[in-house]
Antibody, heavy 118, light 113 residues
Framework: QVQLQESGPGLVKPSETLSLTCTVS????????WSWIRQPPGKGLEWIGYISYSGSSTHNPSLKSRVTISVDTSKNQFSLKLTSVTAADTAVYYCARGWGLFDPFDLWGQGTLVTVSS | DTVMTQSPDSLAVSLGERATLNCKSSQSVFFSSNNKNYLAWYQQKAGQPPKLLIY???SRVSGVPDRFSGSGSGTDFTLTISNLQAEDVAVYYC?????????FGPGTKVDIK
């Protein structure tokens, strides 16, 4: 069955860029909408942004212009870049699938903890 | 932004009893064009990612036990867990997907009394 797996550094220094990749296995990245969602330790869920298989994307305005989400259909992957990170960006980062633009997230990766610290 | 609130923050229920979780949205998530409420419920167990339980406010995901049911419309929604089992201990989140700024509620923690 389709699975999602996040990968990337677990430690990022303040002011640097957080970079994560989500690999989709067992199915095609084509169709569906692909999101990044994060969860600070012990806290709730925050949607970061999404990208469609065709490359259209949007992100949470609360993150201002720090977010870039891209897709590589040849590798069945999509990626997140978050610039100028601070300790407030420390969280478990999940990638997730939505059936369409206005649909819930039916499939999630296991999540990866990213700590922002010098 | 559509702000989601949930109540209570936590509750403890005896095995076999009913748990009632509430979710409110600051704006209606109902669209009359298709008669659907853009509201989902997720279950998150410790150390695991969230799992989709309910979508369109009341449609149960295939494989989810029928003791989980969702109801409500507009701005007020309820997740009911009938006959609570030990494996239902988790945090439950509601989420609206009526706009492209998806938002989650803060969660309700369910424990066994």
């Amino acid at each position: 069955q389709v699975q999602l797996q996040e990968s990337g550094p677990g430690l990022v220094k303040p002011s640097e860029t957080l970079s994560l990749t989500c690999t989709v296995s067992g199915g095609s990245i084509s169709s569906y909408y692909w999101s990044w969602i994060r969860q600070p330790p012990g806290k709730g869920l925050e949607w970061i942004g999404y990208i469609s298989y065709s490359g259209s994307s949007t992100h949470n305005p609360s993150l201002k212009s720090r977010v870039t989400i891209s897709v590589d259909t040849s590798k069945n992957q999509f990626s997140l870049k978050l610039t100028s990170v601070t300790a407030a960006d420390t969280a478990v980062y999940y990638c997730a699938r939505g059936w369409g633009l206005f649909d819930p997230f039916d499939l999630w990766g296991q999540g990866t903890l990213v700590t922002v610290s010098s | 932004d559509t702000v989601m609130t949930q109540s209570p923050d936590s509750l403890a229920v005896s095995l076999g009893e009913r748990a009632t979780l509430n979710c409110k949205s600051s704006q209606s998530v109902f669209f009359s064009s298709n008669n659907k409420n853009y509201l989902a419920w997720y279950q998150q167990k410790a150390g695991q990612p969230p799992k989709l339980l309910i979508y369109w406010a009341s449609s149960r995901v295939s494989g989810v036990p029928d003791r989980f049911s969702g109801s409500g419309s507009g701005t007020d929604f309820t997740l009911t867990i009938s006959n609570l089992q030990a494996e239902d201990v988790a945090v439950y989140y509601c989420q609206q997907y009526s706009s492209t700024l998806f938002t989650f509620g803060p969660g309700t923690k369910v424990d066994i009394k």
